[in-house]
């Protein structure tokens, strides 16, 4: 059997970003540049830290894409620590995105 004195922490919460946040370049191509990856990174901070580095999940719960072209996108987390980590928008080839939105929950101690 299993007991921790220290109890389980969830915390969770919901991002949108799009054409009006600082940064955002995945609407776009460059000439000739049609197969290119294209990343977008979001910082999330944790409204309170955690005592050791938490699982993260993520969920896409919506977008905005361009129709002349396939819907490609890819929503993953790097950097996580006990205080965030950065979710990272991916799409590629001439798909245009003009708006993401994912949720997050984080358990740990």
Not at 71 to 99: D, N, P
Request: hydrophobic fraction near 45%; aromatic fraction near 12%.
């Amino acid at each position: 059997m299993y007991s921790s004195s220290v109890p389980w922490k969830v915390l969770s919460s919901s991002v949108s970003v799009s054409v009006l946040t600082e940064g955002w370049n995945l609407d776009r191509l460059d000439d000739g540049a049609e197969e290119e990856i294209r990343t977008f990174k979001v910082c999330v901070t944790f409204d309170a830290p955690f005592l050791a580095v938490p699982v993260v999940q993520l969920g896409l719960s919506g977008f905005d894409m361009d129709q002349r072209d396939s819907a490609r996108l890819k929503v993953t987390t790097e950097g996580i620590t006990e205080s965030g980590f950065q979710a990272v928008i991916t799409t590629w080839a001439g798909t245009r995105v003009y708006a993401a939105e994912f949720n997050w929950i984080a358990i740990g101690p």
